[in-house]
């Protein structure tokens, strides 16, 4: 429940209407309309992503979700311990990755992002998690949690149809991961966490279609900085790329659509695809459904589960041989 009069309170506005979307509120108010959130962590989080963002605007790349200030000036409202934050609303469409065009936007955009996202240097209070320098720790403890699901599925006495699909395919998973982590170059990858360290940079860390908004005059913004982090920038565009290609088959055409795109506005180095390569041959959407249920965490049911698992596995073909053309 929405407790909308404290939140009216607290930012000094009306507000006259209140509609649910896709994890946020459309908020009509008398001074205009705005995006209402709660987060689910708290201020100390809050607070660097709002210096993130406001050192990110600084910086050159005004096209995202603002934050409001509240009248006490903080970035948000604590209403019955509930954290909410507003943002301007940004009224455009999500990104369409079945679209070239868009793809296009999407890889120029994310690379316009990358040269204003650094710099940034948090006060010592604020220092949110750094994972740069930890992907090859995150590949080994994600192929050891493939074997120990692995057990979990063989010893449920009573299998599920999830349980079946898993043990059917889960050799051929971890094979694929043994693959990514020999073809992660560590000298190559040592160097790109090197200079993103130096560059201080920050990382969107969920750079898909519905955090992409292009309003009709053409502007594009990036929003729902839930997930920023210091971790190196070639990661966001391994996102952009698996998000976008399991849309479209996994075509190599798209893939060096997007790669051509954000490469004319932020050459990638040599070492930079190298670590690429890798982040796009490592099965993470394999373990990360894998992982969400065998240790329940909430919000899917199990035929959702299934059917998220089949999708996965019926492109298996395609994106076997994208990894051995790209």
């Given amino acids: 429940m929405v407790r909308e009069t404290e939140i009216s309170t607290q930012f000094g506005f009306e507000i006259r209407d209140l509609i649910p979307q896709r994890g946020v509120y459309l908020i009509k108010t008398n001074k205009g309309n705005k995006c209402l959130k709660k987060v689910n962590y708290g201020p100390h989080k809050l607070m660097y992503i709002y210096k993130a963002k406001e050192h990110i605007i600084k910086n050159g790349f005004d096209k995202i979700d603002k934050n409001e200030l509240s009248l006490k000036g903080l970035p948000y409202a604590i209403v019955n311990e509930d954290l909410y934050v507003v943002t301007e609303w940004i009224d455009g469409r999500e990104c369409d990755f079945r679209n070239d065009e868009d793809l296009k936007i999407a890889a120029k955009t994310l690379a316009k992002f990358h040269l204003a996202a650094r710099n940034f240097v948090p006060e010592d209070n604020l220092k949110a998690r750094n994972d740069i320098g930890k992907l090859p720790y995150t590949f080994e403890k994600r192929l050891t949690t493939l074997n120990k699901m692995k057990d979990i599925a063989r010893k449920n ?30 000298d190559a990858y040592n160097r790109v966490c090197q200079k993103d360290l130096n560059d201080k940079v920050i990382c969107h860390h969920d750079f898909t279609y519905h955090n992409i908004l292009i309003k009709d005059n053409g502007d594009v913004y990036i929003v729902d900085f839930d997930y920023c982090k210091e971790e190196i920038q070639i990661y966001d565009l391994a996102t952009l790329m698996v998000k976008a290609l399991k849309r479209v088959d996994w075509s190599l055409e798209k893939a060096n659509l997007i790669v051509d795109n954000y490469n004319a506005v932020k050459p990638i180095s040599v070492d930079e695809l190298k670590v690429l390569k890798a982040l796009l041959a490592f099965p993470q959407r394999f373990w990360r459904i894998a992982n969400r249920y065998y240790y329940k965490e909430p919000g899917w049911s199990e035929a959702s589960f299934i059917k998220k698992l089949r999708e996965i596995l019926d492109e298996k073909d395609k994106y076997i041989s994208f990894l051995e053309s790209f």
Avoid: G, R
């Fill in 157 to 186: 006495k009573k299998k599920t149809e999830f349980d079946i699909l898993y043990l059917d395919n889960v050799d051929f998973y971890i094979e694929l991961a043994k693959k990514a982590i020999k073809k992660l170059d560590l």
